[in-house]
C-alpha cells in the first residue's frame, strides 16, 4: 500500500502519536461489499496512521441509516430511526477526523453532504472551556473521481469542517480524478495488467501523505497544548444566558 518513501517516513518517525485516535469517514454511494475508490485512496491514510500507533475507526456512512436533518438525533425530530448518534459516538472521541467523497456533478457526494449536515448538528454543543465542541480536533478530506473537481470539492468540505471548529492544517486536502470523462478510477486494474490506475500517481502519493503527517502534527500540537486556548472564544461568555443545544443561525 505504501511506497518506499511513505514507508521510509513511518521508519523514521520520533514522535509519539499512539495516544491518537482517528476516525475515517467514507462517503461512497456504494454499500458494502461492493468496492469503493475512495476506499482504496483512504487506505493510504489508514496506512500510515496505523504504522505510526494512531488508534483507528472506519465508517462507511452509506452502510448506516442517517437521518436527513440538523439535530443530534433526528428520531426526536420525527425520523423513525437515525443510526448517527452511534456514529457520533466515533466522531467525538476521534482527535482527527478524515472525510473521503467521491466526485458526481463537479461536486461532494449526497452523503457527505449529509454528513456535514449532522456534523452542523452538534455545533452548539460546548467543552469543558465553554468552546464549540469541536475546537481542540482536526479535519481533512481525501477527493477521487474521474472529473474535475478536487480543490472545488475539498474545499467545501474543509470549509464545513473548519467552520463548526475543527483546526485545518496545511495541506489538508488530496485526491486524484485521472484523465477527465469516462474512464478508470482510482485503483481500478490497468488494461495492461500492469498495475492499478492511480497508485503510481507521484503527485496523489505526494498530497496524500503531507495530508496525513499534517493532521496528526497538528493532532500532536493540539492535545499538547489542552486545546486551543479558551480566552476570547468562550461561547459561555460570550452569550451567557442563551441556550445552544441545538444549532441556531443567530448565533452562529
Known amino acids: 500500500m505504501l511506497d518506499e518513501t511513505q514507508a521510509r517516513l513511518c521508519d523514521e518517525?520520533?514522535?509519539?502519536?499512539?495516544?491518537?485516535?482517528a476516525l475515517t469517514i467514507n462517503c461512497t454511494l456504494k454499500r458494502s461489499p461492493e468496492g469503493s475508490h475512495t476506499d482504496k485512496l483512504l487506505g493510504v491514510v489508514e496506512t500510515i496512521l496505523v504504522r505510526n500507533n494512531v488508534a483507528l475507526e472506519q465508517v462507511r456512512l452509506v452502510d448506516h441509516d442517517i437521518a436527513p436533518?440538523?439535530?443530534?438525533?433526528?428520531?426526536?425530530h420525527g425520523a423513525e430511526k437515525d443510526d448517527w448518534p452511534e456514529i457520533w459516538k466515533k466522531v467525538q472521541?476521534?482527535?482527527?477526523?478524515i472525510i473521503g467523497t467521491p466526485i458526481w456533478l463537479g461536486e461532494k457526494s449526497s452523503?457527505?453532504?449529509?454528513?456535514i449536515e449532522r456534523l452542523y448538528a452538534?455545533?452548539?454543543?460546548?467543552?469543558?472551556?465553554?468552546?464549540?465542541?469541536?475546537?481542540?480536533?482536526?479535519?481533512?478530506?481525501?477527493?477521487?473521481?474521474?472529473?474535475?473537481?478536487?480543490?472545488?470539492?475539498?474545499?467545501g468540505v474543509l470549509y464545513s469542517l473548519q467552520h463548526v471548529g475543527y483546526t485545518i492544517p496545511p495541506q489538508a486536502d488530496a485526491g486524484w480524478i485521472g484523465e477527465a470523462g469516462p474512464g478508470p478510477s482510482y485503483g481500478d486494474e490497468k488494461e495492461d495488467g500492469s498495475g492499478r490506475v492511480?497508485?503510481?500517481?507521484?503527485?496523489t502519493r505526494r498530497n496524500t501523505t503531507f495530508?496525513?503527517?499534517?493532521?496528526?502534527?497538528?493532532?500532536?500540537?493540539?492535545?499538547?497544548?489542552?486545546?486551543?486556548?479558551?480566552?476570547g472564544n468562550s461561547v459561555d461568555l460570550w452569550n451567557k444566558g442563551h441556550r445552544f443545544d441545538a444549532p441556531n443561525p443567530e448565533y452562529r
Open 122 to 155: 452538534h455545533s452548539g454543543q460546548r467543552n469543558e472551556q465553554g468552546q464549540y465542541i469541536f475546537y481542540g480536533k482536526t479535519g481533512g478530506c481525501i477527493v477521487t473521481g474521474n472529473e474535475d473537481g478536487i480543490k472545488h470539492v475539498g474545499m
Open 198 to 203: 492511480g497508485f503510481d500517481n507521484d503527485f
Open 69 to 76: 436533518g440538523v439535530y443530534p438525533d433526528m428520531t426526536d
Open 93 to 97: 472521541v476521534a482527535d482527527v477526523l
Open 211 to 231: 495530508m496525513t503527517w499534517n493532521l496528526m502534527h497538528m493532532a500532536r500540537m493540539l492535545k499538547d497544548a489542552g486545546g486551543i486556548p479558551a480566552h
Open 13 to 21: 518517525n520520533t514522535t509519539d502519536f499512539s495516544d491518537l485516535k
Open 111 to 115: 452523503v457527505c453532504q449529509r454528513l
